[in-house]
């Protein structure tokens, strides 16, 4: 038989359709991820319109491009040699749908950006006691290679100082670290530039130097070598990812330690919710404080100029380019997270209820919104003012229609009650030309059950609504007159 291409699956004429050969072809379609086959059945993906949202991802992606402020780090010859031009960015969600563009398949080194995930490592293997025994939790409000420490030791793990007290305390070596690092990654790519890590130890006279200090002050844990310490620290940041690989990692933050790509556990939840509390407050060097606030997501950025940012039970977020700001971070990268958090409610506190000026990219539940439209009906029939001011509160949308298009406002009409109807147009302003599906409008119910009471209020309201729709007309181009247009 004669095999045809079809999206690239060979499929076998006279091979019968069965659900279990749908299933297998879908399997290879997704490239083997049962996670991602899985959600496609049951239709739960975080963020369902995929295409419109990674569109708008583009259209940041562009824009930030033409920022071209920065300076590549040139402290050694391996990250001097990037282009300044070179920018990338991929995305993976905690279903697995994935997105990037850009330089997203070149490998750069972590740098800095692996000291959440030696962090991580270090707390799922050792628990949170025992870590922060020799390392603190505070920003340090000083720059990331300063030497200096608080009373007990290291500031926190995202600076140099805790970086290196955190590697004394990992007890794998590099190899079974970098298959840690590569889990985190769905075993896609995790390299390791040995040129970095040679030249590191050259230049790394400062970290060197902290290193001696901490020896002095009794930073390390009984039996630790600083210098096996410093060299195993210089090795995690020549560690290799691309901008795919990477979001992967963040993803698998973003997921609560279970990696979106290959359904595997890999860091504890406890691990992760301290390394995301800790990236939050000390991820970004000097512009922690302000990332926190303008931002508001946990991300760490090295001197590569990556930058990994997790949007917890979301996405994870990779992106790249070697220009660096003042303080080290990636001048594209800071302007990317700023713009992704001015066009979507992703910042920590925004509010996902009332907040309108923000899209929300995230699946609305189904099943809420079926028991919210009964409940709204069911408050409008029972007569209950204060159920529907609770539901309004929710900035629930007043004017939904059940199956038979009808409106609470119809159903209020219906049942005479008039405190429901004063209620809903008085204060939520709802539509009283919404008809039914026998074409009837509240006012039309209200009149067929003789509620005289409710026809005068409603008629009243129908017409300071045309009203309202005049007036804005002769002021011309109001922006309120799409909203009245709506309603008329
Ligand atoms: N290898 C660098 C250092 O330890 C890391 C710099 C960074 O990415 O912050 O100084």
């Not at 609560?256 to 509390?277: F, H």
Request: aromatic share 10%; with cysteine.
């Amino acid at each position: 038989t004669v095999p045809h291409r079809w999206a690239g699956v060979y499929v076998r004429r006279g091979q019968f359709l069965t659900v279990q050969n749908v299933f297998i072809f879908l399997f290879r379609c997704v490239g083997g991820n049962i996670v991602l086959l899985i959600q496609a059945f049951r239709k739960k993906f975080i963020i369902p319109e995929f295409d419109e949202f990674t569109q708008k991802i583009d259209e940041i992606y562009n824009t930030v491009q033409n920022q071209n402020d920065g300076k590549v780090a040139d402290y050694i010859p391996q990250l001097a040699k990037f282009s300044p031009e070179l920018w990338g960015v991929s995305l993976c969600t905690v279903d697995g749908q994935r997105h990037s563009v850009g330089d997203t398949k070149q490998p750069f080194c972590l740098q800095s950006c692996v000291k959440p995930l030696q962090y991580a490592i270090a707390i799922h293997e050792a628990g949170t006691e025992a870590v922060h025994r020799y390392v603190g939790k505070e920003p340090s409000g000083l720059k990331f290679n300063m030497l200096s420490l608080d009373d007990e030791g290291p500031h926190n793990p995202m600076v140099n100082a805790g970086a290196i007290v955190i590697s004394s305390l990992i007890k794998v070596n590099s190899w079974s670290l970098v298959c840690f690092v590569k889990k985190m990654a769905g075993h896609e790519y995790v390299g390791f530039s040995n040129a970095t890590f040679q030249s590191e130890k050259e230049t790394g006279d400062r970290n060197f130097a902290l290193g001696y200090y901490m020896k002095e002050k009794k930073c390390f844990p009984p039996g630790a070598d600083m210098i096996d310490s410093l060299d195993f620290y210089f090795q995690l940041c020549s560690i290799e990812v691309t901008c795919r690989s990477g979001s992967i990692m963040a993803a698998t933050l973003a997921n609560g330690g279970i990696c979106p790509i290959t359904g595997e556990r890999v860091l504890s939840a406890e691990a992760v919710r301290n390394t995301l509390s800790l990236m939050h407050s000390c991820g970004m060097y000097d512009f922690s404080g302000q990332m926190a606030f303008h931002v508001g997501l946990p991300a760490k950025s090295g001197v590569s100029g990556a930058i990994l940012l997790v949007i917890p039970n979301v996405m994870g977020v990779m992106c790249w380019s070697p220009p660096l700001d003042r303080v080290g971070n990636s001048v594209r990268g800071i302007h990317f997270c700023q713009e992704l958090v001015s066009l979507f409610n992703f910042h920590n506190y925004d509010n996902l209820r009332h907040f309108v000026k923000k899209q929300d990219p995230r699946r609305q539940d189904g099943g809420d919104w079926n028991n919210s439209v009964s409940n709204l009906m069911f408050a409008a029939y029972t007569g209950d003012v204060s159920a529907l001011r609770r539901i309004a509160m929710s900035s629930m949308d007043m004017d939904l229609k059940d199956y038979d298009s009808r409106t609470a406002l119809h159903i209020a009409a219906a049942e005479g009650h008039i405190d429901v109807v004063r209620f809903l147009t008085d204060t939520c302003k709802v539509n009283p030309f919404i008809e039914d599906r026998w074409g009837n409008l509240p006012v039309d119910d209200a009149m067929q059950f003789e509620h005289e009471e409710v026809v005068k209020v409603l008629k009243d309201y129908q017409q300071s609504c045309r009203q309202q729709k005049t007036q804005l007309t002769e002021a011309a181009h109001s922006p309120k007159l799409d909203a009245i247009d709506g309603m008329l």
